[in-house]
């Protein structure tokens, strides 16, 4: 199984850049996704990893170690409309997904 | 328009009822998955099917029951409802099963059950 870890919440103002920390401990990695959801509404896919390194998009960007268990979310230029849960999700050797708590980001004007 | 329809979109059900949560999908995936979601501890799978014919059980599967006779289809059934199912439940469908495949949720189905 997956043992996911990441902040509950985090605040930032607009125009900011704010990183979202995800730590996981899996028996067998096979992927990490990051969701992004807002408050009454199904996740929408972000970003995956599946090698180390950085993946950018935009905005948005997504960095993996699997040595160190470990990912980040990078959220630039922060907008209003950013304000939301995402989600760490760590696929393991099964192609199933586990999902971290998730981590409510608050932009503030 | 593509995607993943879920119905109902709520539902306040009387424990000891049985209830069947209906996923359509029209993106010919093969792959599906049902989820729950509740507060403080994030999506947990329920169950899963890797293609039409098969299924397979996830983190929670107890009280819970699918079936998978179509690419389409994937009913999610509570046999005998309790008050801790109650939860925000999410359907999801992927092309497959693995590479870098994602996943494609529906808009969920709230169930309180009483």
């Known amino acids: 199984g997956q043992n996911i870890d990441q902040p509950t919440e985090m605040t930032a103002t607009e125009g900011a850049i704010v990183q979202i920390n995800c730590t996981y401990q899996t028996s067998g990695f096979n992927g990490l996704f990051w969701y992004q959801q807002h408050a009454g509404e199904a996740p929408t896919f972000l970003s995956y990893?599946?090698?180390?390194g950085l993946e950018e998009k935009g905005r948005f960007s997504s960095f993996l170690s699997r040595s160190k268990g470990y990912s980040y979310l990078l959220l630039k230029e922060l907008q209003m409309k950013d304000s939301a849960s995402y989600l760490c999700?760590?696929?393991?050797?099964?192609?199933?997904?586990?999902f971290g708590a998730g981590t409510t980001v608050t932009v503030r004007a | 328009i593509a995607g993943i329809t879920q119905a109902p979109t709520s539902q306040i059900l009387a424990a000891g009822r049985r209830m069947t949560l209906r996923c359509t999908q029209d993106?010919?995936?093969?792959?599906m998955y049902w989820y729950r979601q509740d507060l403080g501890l994030g999506l947990r799978l329920i169950h899963y099917?890797?293609?039409?014919?098969?299924?397979g059980k996830g983190e929670v599967p107890d009280g819970y029951s699918v079936s998978r006779a179509n690419t389409d289809d994937f009913p999610l059934t509570l046999a005998s409802a309790v008050p801790s199912q109650t939860s925000v439940y999410f359907c999801?469908?992927?092309?497959?099963?693995?590479?870098?495949?994602?996943?494609?949720f529906g808009p969920g189905t709230r169930l309180t059950v009483l």
């Open positions: 999700a760590v696929r393991d050797r099964d192609y199933k997904l586990s």
């Open positions: 099917s890797n293609t039409a014919g098969t299924t």
């Open positions: 993106m010919r995936h093969n792959a």
């Open positions: 990893n599946v090698l180390d």
């Open positions: 999801a469908s992927s092309v497959s099963s693995g590479g870098t495949d994602t996943q494609y």
